[in-house]
Antibody, heavy 118, light 107 residues
């Protein structure tokens, strides 16, 4: 059974940093393209970015609002994908989900809440 | 970036009703269109992928159609567990944008 478990959500001040983790199990993680999607309170879904498998280049793509501030990385030895968030803004407040695969997200974690507030 | 426009943003319906939600892309996305259902406090659930393919375990009352820029999700006979929000998403080009969502409420 595919399982994705996010962690690392917290309350952080504007301008601060946070790293989210998503631990995966139940599938061959090293082959998977992994995505991050967020949802602000009471709002719709917003794609954040995705990382390809290392065999497919291992590169990441990002949505415009987070490009240059957020970085997605992966550690295939730990079956974990990360979302490093820097220069956080109040508008980054959201539940952050990891999901897989990339083009059509059939498997999702339960989400982790990030609150950016002074 | 490809913009996804969903309509309506909300609708009221009764159990047994046929419900149709539309999604329009700002440019051609071939058939790279997915539909998700989301219930309050839960992660989204993939219903339909590649425009018309039913995800495993999803009831057959859900169906999808369309191509190029215009797509439709149909629920043939609305069930009590179908009251939820629905989102389309294009998987053609990054950024993989979502529609704004449709909330299906009890009439």
């Amino acid at each position: 059974e595919v399982q994705l478990v996010e962690s690392g959500g917290d309350l952080v001040k504007p301008g601060g940093s946070l790293r989210l983790s998503c631990a995966a199990s139940g599938f061959t993680f090293s082959y998977a393209w992994m995505s991050w999607v967020r949802q602000a309170p009471g709002k719709g879904l917003e794609w954040v970015g995705r990382i390809k498998s290392k065999t497919d280049g291992g590169t990441a793509d990002y949505a415009a609002p987070v490009k240059g501030r957020f970085t997605i990385s992966r550690d295939d030895s730990k079956n974990t994908v990360y979302l490093q968030m820097n220069s956080l803004k109040t508008e980054d407040t959201a539940v952050y989900y990891c999901a897989t695969p990339s083009h059509q997200m059939a498997n999702w974690g339960q989400g982790t809440l990030v609150t950016v507030s002074s | 970036d490809i913009q996804m426009t969903q309509s309506p943003s909300s609708l009221s319906a009764s159990v047994g009703d046929r419900v149709t939600i539309t999604c329009r892309a700002s440019q051609s996305i071939s058939t790279y269109l997915n539909w998700y259902q989301q219930k309050p406090g839960k992660a989204p659930n993939l219903l339909i992928y590649a425009t018309s393919s039913l995800q495993s375990g999803v009831p057959s009352r859900f169906s999808g159609s369309g191509s190029v820029t215009d797509f439709t999700l149909t629920i043939s006979s609305l069930q009590p567990e179908d009251f939820a929000s629905y989102y389309c998403q294009q998987g053609y080009n990054t950024p993989f944008t979502f529609g704004g969502g449709t909330k299906v409420e009890v009439k």
